[in-house]
């Protein structure tokens, strides 16, 4: 036995005289390099923040936010409440860890851009495939919420004016015109900012109108009584959800399948973290990490009261488009309607952020900053918008 213990082969020894081959230290810093020594923080060079975590947390939670607010209460109607908050909360942990995952993997490397870290991965293309995903996608949130504007802003103004004022001899009621007007007056100025920080007074204002959304729905709960009646008639429920007015904690039917990509979308921000991480005063991770969990934490609690008490109010009647259900000649519902059309409004730019981050990292990476290119890009993504828009309608 200690014949064979002494056998290098055996005992995992090498012989006398032979070495364990080195990795070489230049292969190791190319493939991940070391973390800096001690537990210093990262200390990034390539932008100094002068955003407040308040600001960011604004602007963050204004990315969150989304149009898929008004179709909460129709997905809990398809799941039942425990079912529909257990999908909520670990669609808001999974956001929180993959942003965790993210921002650890910026401050390992000390790059807060998503082209760099694509091109350190991946080289060239991984940089192009990085700013590519970011315009792809915001390009498509950004036309989702001028599709709203556009198809629900000359229905408020027809209601605040005259029902029987028709879109051919009015062109305030035309949507092409009002989204052109909304695009040069209101997004435009604020696409034009240099830095994203400066949205977060307009993001805070973005939020205010959707927490006055939310005690809307919360007080039209307690005036709308189940079952819902129109005149002397009662409304009739949509086959397969809830007919009576009983709170149902777990659901399952044929529409269930469809609230799960409202869920999984329910926390998208990720293309708006690096660049909020960048503008951030006195950056860290540990700082930046609590601007995301404080901003998924609110959209959490806001999400959950607005699809409880819009399950609440219409049980199995809830359509999913939640403002619908309401009488449209009611002023404050009007002002509801008015006030989620603003907040959409003003979501756009920070939308668009990326995006023009994106082009400027990848055609002028190592260009100083120019107003007059800056100008230049910041109006493209709109006009692209704007043109899926007139290609949806």
Known sequence: MELMMEEPRMNGLVPRGLREPEQSQAELDGFLPQPPPGNKAVQFSDFEGKTSLGMSVFNLSNAIMGSGILGLAYAMANTGV??????????????????????????????????????????????????????????GAMSSYLYIIKSELPLVIRTLLDSKVTESSSWFLNGNVLIIIVSIGIILPLALMRHLGYLGYTSGLSLTFMVFFLASVIYKKFSIQCPLTSGNWTMEPRKGLNESCEVR??????????????????????????????????????????????????????????????????????????????SQTDLLILCVRLAVLMAVTLTVPVVLFPIRRAIQRLLFPSKAFSWPRHGTIAPRAPHLCQHSCHLRA
């Not at 965790?100 to 080289?123: D, K, M, N, P, V």
């Not at 991480?277 to 991770?285: A, F, I, N, V």
């Open 82 to 139: 425990l079912l529909f908050l257990a999908f909520l909360l670990c669609m808001a942990l999974l956001s929180a860890y993959s942003i965790h995952l993210l921002l650890t993997c910026a401050s390992f490397i000390g790059i807060r851009a998503y082209e760099e870290l694509g091109h350190r991965a991946f080289g060239t293309s991984g940089k192009v495939a990085a700013a590519g995903v970011i315009c792809l996608h915001n390009i």
């Open 249 to 326: 904690l777990i659901t399952i039917n044929s529409q269930t399948a469809y609230t799960i990509p409202i869920l999984a979308f329910a926390f998208v921000c990720h293309p708006e973290v690096l660049p909020i991480y960048t503008e951030l005063h006195r950056p860290s991770q540990r700082r930046m990490q609590n601007v995301a969990n404080m901003s998924i934490g609110a959209m959490f609690l806001m999400y959950g009261l607005t699809a409880t008490f819009g399950y609440l109010t219409f049980f199995g009647h809830v359509e999913a488009e939640m403002l619908h259900m309401y």
